[in-house]
């Protein structure tokens, strides 16, 4: 099992990843649910070529709810920040760690000097792809802030201070980690939102990830959603 689950995952960031733990259904599971309306559902998977053709049309024409009869489940490890637009999408459902639990490891995400770029202009929201001159300096600030906290948090469990209290300190940038369990359609909804350029890029690495890993279980479904992706 643990060679399984290595071999499905995809590392993200400077301390994330992003697992495939369990799925549910594939490619077929979405023709079955599309021919059982007019009585054929025992046809799926006998002619791949008409598979293939029902599933491009089902995503062209908008036909969706056959696309909720696959499920995955994926362990994600992330910054809070990316965690926090994550849990934005309501179908999802979630279990993250709690810091009220356990003691939170020092891992922390400092941006690589590429992504310490400027604030845009013209998008209150966005950075832009240009230099930022002061990119080294920047990136040795939100390390040392980011040590500093975990020092004060540490101290603070030095004095007993309880759990839930102590993480109060703890950056954005801290990492934690979740189980995630969405169904095909919805995932497909997110990475058209969440691989989009306007996206953060933190958060775009990660819906990219899981794409790499989704394929591995529903293709062709996903190749008609990249076919249509605007």
């Not at 992003?18 to 077929?28: A, K």
């Not at 024409?61 to 926090?84: C, G, M, N, Q």
């Amino acid at each position: 099992m643990e060679t399984y689950l290595r071999s499905r995952c995809v590392d993200v960031l400077d301390h994330g990843f992003v697992r495939l733990v369990d799925s549910m259904g594939s490619d077929l599971s979405v023709v079955r649910a599309a021919r059982v309306s007019y009585d054929a559902e025992w046809r799926a998977g006998d002619d791949t070529e008409g598979d293939r053709k029902l599933i491009n049309y089902l995503w062209k024409h908008k036909h969706s709810t056959p696309f909720e009869a696959v499920t995955f489940t994926f362990e994600v490890k992330a910054p809070i920040f990316v965690l926090r637009q994550w849990h934005r999408h309501r179908t999802w459902s979630y279990n993250e760690l709690s810091a009220r639990y356990k003691e939170l490891p020092e891992e922390y995400y400092v941006p690589d000097v590429e992504q310490i770029t400027t604030q845009s202009t013209n998008n209150k929201q966005m950075r832009t792809d240009e230099p930022n001159e002061h990119c080294l300096e920047i990136g040795e600030y939100i390390d040392e802030q980011n040590k500093q906290a975990f020092r004060l948090y540490h101290k603070l469990l030095d004095l007993e201070c309880p759990r839930e209290l102590a993480r109060t300190v703890l950056p954005l940038a801290t990492y934690s980690h979740m189980f995630a369990t969405v169904n095909l359609l919805n995932l497909m909804k997110f990475c058209t939102l969440r691989t989009h350029d306007h996206a953060q890029y933190e958060i775009r690495v990660y819906a990219k990830a899981m794409l790499e890993l989704a394929k591995t279980v529903a293709p062709i479904c996903l190749a008609a959603w990249e076919r249509e992706s605007p």
